[in-house]
């Protein structure tokens, strides 16, 4: 499977660009884990870090799960794989974890976001509110956050990706 990453058109409106945007930093992501091993995907990029390409895929579900279902729909949905105990549990990887696994439960939570944003316009509040801070938010704010979200990470998957095997690419 190739990935393929679309800028969206640059004389959209305001929520076609943002989910655009959205939209092509989650297929960039993709993009950087395509034709890797599990064992590849599971390796950190440099000691102590425990980041590694399946675990920002697995970081990434757990922040769609949190923002879409939790926040904005008010949906309860329990963590994939962090826990109060195990806060970064999403990056603590072993041999059994799969990129089978952790693509097909980012694709799902994907497809929940997007069926969850669609219901709401850009300045309605959310539903439900964050976990710690107790505060609403935006569908606009959200789907700015999750932009700069996937671009802090897509930076991350660049240089993981360049030390696994000197692939580099915008």
Not at 34 to 63: I, K, N
Not at 125 to 142: C, D, M
């Amino acid at each position: 499977m190739t990935t393929e990453r679309r800028e969206p058109a640059t004389d959209a409106d305001e929520r076609t660009m943002l989910e655009g945007w959205l939209e092509y930093h989650r297929q960039t992501l993709a993009w950087k884990c395509e034709g890797l091993t599990d064992a590849q995907l599971r390796t950190a990029s440099v000691a102590p870090s425990v980041l590694s390409l399946m675990g920002l895929v697995r970081h990434m579900a757990e922040v769609e799960r949190g923002w879409y279902r939790q926040v904005l729909a008010d949906e309860d949905a329990p963590p994939i794989y962090y826990s109060d105990e195990e806060p970064d549990g999403e990056f603590l990887l072993t041999e059994a974890d799969t990129w089978q696994e952790a693509h097909a439960t980012w694709r799902a939570e994907i497809e929940v976001a997007r069926r969850n944003a669609a219901r709401f316009r850009l300045d309605d509040p959310s539903q439900g509110k964050h976990r710690r801070t107790g505060e609403r938010f935006t569908l606009r704010w959200i789907h700015t956050h999750m932009i700069e979200e996937y671009a802090r990470h897509n930076g991350h998957a660049d240089l993981i990706r360049e030390c696994l095997d000197g692939a580099t690419g915008e």
